[in-house]
């Protein structure tokens, strides 16, 4: 069992940078992939990135590469999304997941999620 507590989320201007954090318990979580998506409001939840149990292998999204980095300490059973250059339309709750297999972009390959986390981009 794995329990995510996602934080970091708030208000801020085009331009600029957020960190989420995800916080899990469990202490197997060093084992665990972990993903990042998001929802917009009236729309479906979207891949973000992920990062493989060990950190060595990150994935991203087409419309957020180069933009977001996700990194992981597993001895603080964390996973981090830094967010640069946000713009309006990453206005999303974001929400991460985790499990131990499955496909890395889709919502399916997670059986893990936490609460989510609202970050809003104003123009």
Same mark, same amino acid.
């Given at each position: 069992? &794995?329990?995510? &507590?996602?934080?970091?989320?708030?208000?801020?201007?085009?331009?600029?940078?957020?960190?989420?954090?995800?916080?899990?318990?469990?202490?197997?979580?060093?084992?665990?992939?972990?993903?990042?998506?998001?929802?917009?409001?009236?729309?479906? %939840?979207?891949? @973000?990135?992920?990062?493989?149990?060990?950190?060595?292998?990150? +994935?991203?999204?087409?419309? @957020?590469?180069? %933009?977001?980095?996700?990194?992981?300490?597993? $001895?603080?059973?964390?996973? +981090?999304?830094?967010?640069?250059?946000?713009?309006?339309?990453?206005?999303? @709750?974001?929400?991460?997941? $985790?499990?131990?297999?499955?496909? +890395? +972009?889709?919502?399916?390959?997670?059986?893990?999620?936490?609460?989510?986390?609202?970050?809003?981009?104003?123009?």
């Amino acid at each position: 069992q &794995v329990q995510l &507590v996602e934080s970091g989320g708030g208000l801020v201007q085009a331009g600029g940078s957020l960190r989420l954090s995800c916080a899990a318990s469990g202490r197997t979580f060093s084992t665990y992939r972990v993903g990042w998506f998001r929802q917009a409001p009236g729309k479906e %939840r979207e891949f @973000v990135a992920a990062i493989n149990w060990s950190g060595s292998n990150t +994935y991203y999204g087409e419309s @957020v590469k180069g %933009r977001v980095t996700i990194s992981r300490d597993n $001895a603080k059973n964390t996973v +981090y999304l830094q967010m640069n250059s946000l713009k309006p339309e990453d206005t999303a @709750v974001y929400y991460c997941a $985790a499990d131990l297999r499955g496909s +890395y +972009y889709s919502t399916h390959g997670y059986g893990y999620w936490g609460q989510g986390t609202q970050v809003t981009v104003s123009s």
